[in-house]
């Protein structure tokens, strides 16, 4: 069993960057794939960034280039460093491990 905690969602301005960690508890963490999904109001949840147990990255194509996914099996965490922030990123952002594990949520907020 593997339970996800997300922190470090907010406002900010377009532009900008926020950077949001998941923690894991579980001691399956280091061989399982890790990413992060978004639902903005009133459309489905999407994939934006996923990180495999060997590194193997996926990211969504509104997003290459401005955020960075990463794993620190060690400490059990998965990151999401979000930059050049743009409106559209508002959502709520999902700490997601295979094959259906969900933290909480976090608000991401982009103001224009």
């Known amino acids: 069993q593997v339970q996800l905690v997300e922190s470090g969602g907010g406002l900010v301005q377009a532009g900008g960057s926020l950077r949001l960690s998941c923690a894991a508890s579980?001691?399956?963490?280091?061989?399982?794939?890790m990413g992060w999904f978004r639902q903005a109001p009133g459309k489905r949840r999407e994939p934006v960034a996923t990180i495999s147990p060997t590194g193997g990255i996926k990211y969504a194509d509104s997003v290459k280039g401005r955020f960075t996914v990463s794993r620190d099996d060690a400490k059990d965490t998965v990151t999401l460093q979000m930059n050049s922030l743009k409106p559209e990123d508002t959502a709520v952002y999902y700490c997601?491990?295979?094959?259906?594990?969900w933290g909480q949520g976090t608000q991401v907020t982009v103001s224009s």
């Open positions: 579980g001691s399956i963490f280091s061989r399982i794939t």
């Open positions: 997601w491990g295979t094959p259906a594990y």
